[in-house]
């Protein structure tokens, strides 16, 4: 199973990025797929969940108005739609998946991170 996130970069602050999170290796539909960051000299932090389901969706209060994440089963990939960027969002992105999962509780696998760097 491999998980390959993407998309992140330097943005300026109130800025965008959408990052992508695909998947090969597993039975995609199978999976929720959660969105995690890590801020240096900080822990890794839970930032959104789309669930297996029913596709429904989960944000961190630090991100929910300005993120949204959404998936393509066809293409084995989900997105997290980053709005209304700011420095205390800079950090390693990573995305993992859960079988079976809801809300990202208890995951299985995760991908490399991406890099998302907001400048103030």
């Known amino acids: 199973v491999q998980l390959q996130a993407s998309g992140g970069g330097l943005v300026q602050a109130g800025g965008s990025l959408t990052l992508s999170c695909t998947a090969s290796?597993?039975?995609?539909?199978?999976?929720?797929i959660g969105w995690y960051r890590q801020a240096p000299g900080k822990e890794r932090a839970w930032v959104s969940c789309?669930?297996?389901?029913?596709?429904?969706?989960y944000y961190s209060v630090l991100v929910k108005g300005r993120f949204a994440t959404s998936r393509v089963n066809a293409n084995n990939t989900v997105y997290l739609q980053m709005n209304m960027l700011n420095p205390e969002d800079t950090a390693v992105y990573y995305c993992?998946?859960?079988?079976?999962?809801?809300?990202?509780?208890?995951?299985?696998?995760w991908g490399e991170g991406t890099q998302v760097t907001v400048s103030s």
């Open positions: 993992a998946a859960e079988k079976y999962g809801t809300m990202c509780a208890g995951m299985d696998y």
């Open positions: 290796g597993l039975t995609f539909e199978d999976y929720a």
């Open positions: 789309i669930s297996s389901t029913d596709s429904s969706t």
